[in-house]
């Protein structure tokens, strides 16, 4: 995929993704990208087409101090929309998230939460999740790589 042409393209977010396509919004950060499903490439980070893997597709700062492999909780996210689209979480990924902070029903981690369906996500980014500081990562406030 080029440089992610959807980003270059204006998205209507008043109106539904297009058949077949998947859009995803990173809260607080107001992020939006859209690709048709399956189209992807997988960058190694999570699961292919977990939202880590998107985020790093795209540019999108999801910290990840485990490299993306259900070891930490770092990438942990909060599903504002589009719960039924995503795989169920695995017994690994619930161990783990009983040791996140600000755990709450819609949390997920991002390596794990794989989207399965075209349509539309929302996702947060709990902002005391984020490290500002990491090992050579921009500041997750706007900062590009």
């Given at each position: 995929m080029s440089e992610h042409t959807a980003e270059a393209q204006a998205i209507d977010l008043s109106q539904p993704p297009a058949e077949n396509m998947v859009r995803v919004t990173f809260q607080?950060?107001?992020?939006?990208v859209e690709f048709p499903f399956g189209t992807m490439p997988y960058d190694h980070h999570g699961l292919p087409m977990s939202f880590l893997d998107v985020a790093e597709n795209y540019h999108i700062f999801l910290d990840h101090a485990c490299g993306g492999v259900c070891a930490c909780t770092t990438c942990h996210i909060h599903i504002k929309q589009g719960e039924p689209g995503l795989n169920e979480?695995?017994?690994?990924?619930?161990?783990?998230?009983?040791?996140?902070p600000g755990l709450q029903l819609n949390s997920r981690l991002g390596c794990q939460a794989v989207i399965e369906k075209?349509?539309?996500?929302?996702?947060?980014?709990?902002?005391w999740n984020k490290n500002y500081v990491s090992e050579g990562k921009p500041l997750a406030m706007g900062e590009s790589k």
């Open positions: 607080p950060e107001g992020r939006t979480p695995t017994e690994d990924e619930l161990d783990r998230m009983e040791k996140a075209p349509g539309a996500y929302v996702v947060e980014i709990p902002s």
